[in-house]
Structure formats: C-alpha cells, structure tokens
C-alpha cells in the first residue's frame, strides 16, 4: 500500500516497522462542544484506514486522545458554571455517540489528558534535564533553537518561521518559536502540583507523551487534519524526538479541509454545522458516505446538495443489498451454472479494483465506484432464476467492500418498532385492495413519524428519515 507522508512529501510504500503490526495515533477532539463535519472528517478517514489495514491482515492498535485540558473547556466551563471536569465528561460522552452513528469504532485505547498528567511531567522533566527546555516563572518552555530539526515537518526554517513570528509583550521566552510545555496557574484555573509550581500541561506534550507511552518510543502512522502539521505536529516531533532521541512516527498523514464556500469549517469563525444536527435530517452512514466521497487529502465544499447525493447513491447500494437479501430467502436451491461461475470469476476484477484504489494512499473515491461497478453488475445479472450459491457469492462481496469502508453496516430494518411494521402491512394490504386513498393516508402518517416508504420490484423498503424538527441551515 502506499501513503503520503507528509514529512517527506511523497507517496510511500508503507511498511509497518514490525511485520504485520501497526501502531497508529490520531490527534482526537477538544472536548468542549459537540464535533462539526469538519472533526468528523479525521475521525472516519482514519477509522477507515485502520478497517482497511485490518481487512489486509495487520494487527493495528489505534489510539486517539481527547483533549481534556484546555483554554476553551475552562472558558466553557466558566460560562456555564461547573467545572472543566464536568464539560468535558459530557462531550466525550457525546463523542461517543455522534462517533457510533457515523460508524467509527472505538481506538483500542482513548486516552485523556487528565489521566496522564503524571507521565507528563516526568516527560518535561527529561526535557529539561536534557537541555531541551528550560523554566521561567513556573511556566516550562522547549527552547527550539535546541532542536536542529525544527521544522522539517512543515518544511519551514527556524530563521524563516523566527522572522514572521510575533514579538508578544511580556515575553518570557528565550526564543520567538519557543512554545509552552507546562503553564503556571492563573488565577481560578484548575491545576497539578509539579517541580515548577502549581500548573497545567501545554497543548502539544500530550500527545507526545500519550503516543509514547502506549505506542512506543517510534509508531508507524501518525495522523489528523492538515491545519495539525504546524504548529502542533511539529512541536510534537520536537519534544519527542529530543527526549527519546528515536524517531516519533514513520508516515505523518494528513486529511484536508471540509469547507464551506470554500473557507476552512471551524468553531472559531462560527460557519460549522454539527453533525448532532446534520443527524436530525440524515443517517449518519450518509455522512460517512459523503465524507469518503472523496479522497482523503482533497477539500470538500459541505453543500446540502452533496448531502443529497450521498444519500440517494447509498440508497442505491442498500437497495442493491436489500434485493440480494430478498432473493436470497427465495431462490430455489438450485445447481449453480457455468456462466454464473464465469461471471462471479470476472466479479473479482471490482475486489482487484477495489484494493488497487484503497492502496492508492486510500483512494476512498475510487474504491466506491469500483463497487458502484459491482453493484451494476449484480442489479443486472442476479435474479430470482439465479442459483443460491451466485446470490450469496454476490452478497457476500458487496457486504464485503462496504464494510472495509465501514458502509452497509446496517439491516435495513434495524430498529424498527414494531408498530411502524404493522402500519406498513396495512398499507400494504390496502393497496392490494386497491384502496389507495387508505394506502397514501397511512403512507403520509409514516412520513410524519419519520419513515419512508419505498416501492421496489422486491417489495416494500422502509428507510428511516429524521426530518422531524427544524432543519438546519445548509
Ligand atoms: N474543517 C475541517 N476539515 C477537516 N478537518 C478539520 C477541520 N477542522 C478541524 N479539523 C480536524 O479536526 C480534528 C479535531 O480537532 P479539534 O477538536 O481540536 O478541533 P479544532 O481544530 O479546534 O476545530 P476548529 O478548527 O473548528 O476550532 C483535528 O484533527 C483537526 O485537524
Ligand atoms: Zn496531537
């Protein structure tokens, strides 16, 4: 498989340093607030990377963090009068869900910043010990003139990044790049014990310190956003590599930007859609499919529009999933032919396809539309004359596919109340009796409650809509 490395910026064959084992890290969210589209966008990339690595046989452990300890909590925290613990308790929980909707699995490990707090001071301690940060005033900085590399991630020079950089008044640091490890207590802040005083960790040396301890010294992949590579991977780099004088991670991966009338989506400009509220309207495996539309690296300008289209194309597939599902209950056991023989041997081109698109530093744009091809292919060849074995050799391919991209992971009917069912059945017992003024009534009750009906040449299918509430603006 190849990825790009931003450090080198290249497409590179990957190769895991142990044989069939990797050891991934992905910078998690800040837990103050529900995560937009945006966040969102990280998030399943690399749990689809990760599924992906899995499908080609590597055990993978994945870990991504959650920023318990930051500015924006203790603001959140003081606007709403409880404590920092108490915001980001709820939004990890909220985490949680929103993640579970759009088909991200849990890492093996999400480590908080609040729990590691000791690991963290004994990593700046080494620091300093080493001669790689120093202390003023209970704050600790990482003095980068002592790190030759700084900068080779984002391929910028100490002196150029030093010139542009903005002299602050009461500044303490010995050097303009320099950045804060440890922050001395301001006034009403929650805050450690630690040699330099009462204090709280800076934002970057979590990550070196919680990838380390649970990865190791040197980790395969290290991943999020682009807006990451400067300054926090960097920084990242800088501290870990100078206290344990290995190198951090071996491929850094980056996704880009989710956009809205082409301008990067983030909290602070206030133009985010949350996808707790883009939920209200889609499934979130919609979002999911939306966000893997395209690949990876490239932007993707948010648009109602596009949100339809991923909607009616993964309808597509669950009807091409339901069919089979449909058939396979109803075909007779029959002999399997030799042209379904020769059809399921060609079938295996859009697998070939597939994996050659996904090992293209994740083609996850390609890879759909080589099981698009599939699903053509099945719609017109898979029928009720077909033979058993064609029906679920064809099932278990497009189940397959999807699922490596973590889509039709749904039954069609999951969830489905009871009530809902049997006011379906009677719709459709009416327009068996033809009575359709009856039929449309019960039709238009189910869409108020939420739920579309769809007629099929198999049947009913029922799809579950959120459209209840206000919809939101986009
Ligand atoms: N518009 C975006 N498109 C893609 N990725 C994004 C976008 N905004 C943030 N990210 C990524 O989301 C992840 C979670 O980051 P975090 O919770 O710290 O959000 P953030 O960077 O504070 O968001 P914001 O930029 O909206 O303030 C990071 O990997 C970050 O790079
Ligand atoms: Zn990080």
Redesign the pocket.
């Known amino acids: 498989m190849k990825l790009y490395n931003t450090l080198t910026r290249k497409k590179e064959e990957f190769v895991p340093l142990v044989p069939g084992e990797v050891k991934m890290y992905?910078?998690?969210?800040?837990?103050y607030?529900y995560?937009?589209?945006?966040?969102?966008?990280?998030?399943t990339v690399f749990d689809t990377l990760r599924r992906y690595l899995e499908y080609r046989g590597y055990k993978v452990t994945y870990v991504q963090n959650f920023?318990d300890i930051?500015d924006?909590i203790i603001a959140r925290a003081a606007e709403e009068g409880i404590s920092p613990g108490e915001i980001s308790e709820k939004y990890i929980e909220e985490y949680y869900k929103d993640a579970a909707a759009l088909g991200i699995r849990k890492a093996d490990i999400h480590p908080r910043v609040t729990e590691n707090v000791e690991e963290i001071i004994a990593f700046v301690q080494k620091l300093i010990d080493k001669g790689f940060a120093y202390e003023v005033n209970g704050d600790v900085y990482f003095d980068t003139t002592k790190f030759h590399e700084y900068g080779k991630l984002s391929k910028q020079s100490l002196e150029d990044l030093e010139a542009g950089a903005r002299i602050e008044v009461n500044e303490v640091k010995r050097n303009p790049m320099d950045f804060a490890l440890w922050k001395a207590q301001k006034p009403g802040e929650q805050a450690w014990d630690s040699p330099w005083g009462k204090g709280r960790p800076g934002w970057h040396i979590e990550c070196s310190v919680m990838s380390t301890k649970y990865l190791g010294e040197t980790i395969d992949i290290h991943?999020?956003?682009?807006?990451?590579i400067f300054p926090?991977h960097e920084n990242e780099i800088a501290q870990s590599e100078a206290c344990t004088g290995h190198p951090f991670a071996r491929y850094w991966l980056?996704?880009?930007?989710?956009?809205i009338n082409d301008e990067?989506?983030?909290?602070?400009?206030g133009n985010?859609f949350t996808v707790r509220d883009i939920l209200k309207e889609f499934d979130g495996e919609v979002i999911r499919f939306f966000l893997l539309s395209a690949h990876y690296r490239n932007?993707i300008n948010f648009s109602r529009e596009l949100m339809e289209q991923s909607q009616s194309a993964l309808d597509r597939l669950y009807n091409a999933k339901g069919n089979l599902e449909h058939l396979l209950e109803n075909v007779e056991d029959r002999m399997v032919r030799d042209e379904e023989r020769q059809l399921l041997a060609q079938w295996k081109i859009y697998k070939d396809k597939f994996i050659e698109a996904m090992d293209d530093d994740l083609n996850t744009a390609d890879a759909i539309a080589a099981i698009f091809e599939l699903v053509k292919e099945i719609n017109s060849n898979v029928k009720g004359t077909s033979s058993k074995e064609l029906v679920q050799r064809s099932y278990a391919l497009l189940v397959e596919l999807a699922g490596v991209l973590g889509l039709l992971n749904k039954r069609n009917e999951e969830a489905i109340d009871p009530d809902i069912l049997q006011l379906v059945e009677e719709r459709q017992k009416a327009r068996k009796e033809k009575n359709f003024a009856l039929a449309d009534k019960i039709r238009d009750e189910l869409k108020e409650k939420g739920f579309i009906l769809k007629d099929t040449p198999q049947g009913v299918q029922i799809m579950k809509r959120n459209e209840s509430g206000t919809k939101p603006q986009f």
């Open positions: 992905v910078c998690g969210p800040t837990v607030n995560f937009h589209i945006g966040n969102a966008r990280p998030f920023t930051d924006k991943a999020g956003g682009q807006d990451l926090h980056h996704n880009g930007y989710i956009t990067k989506m983030s909290k602070s400009k985010f932007p």
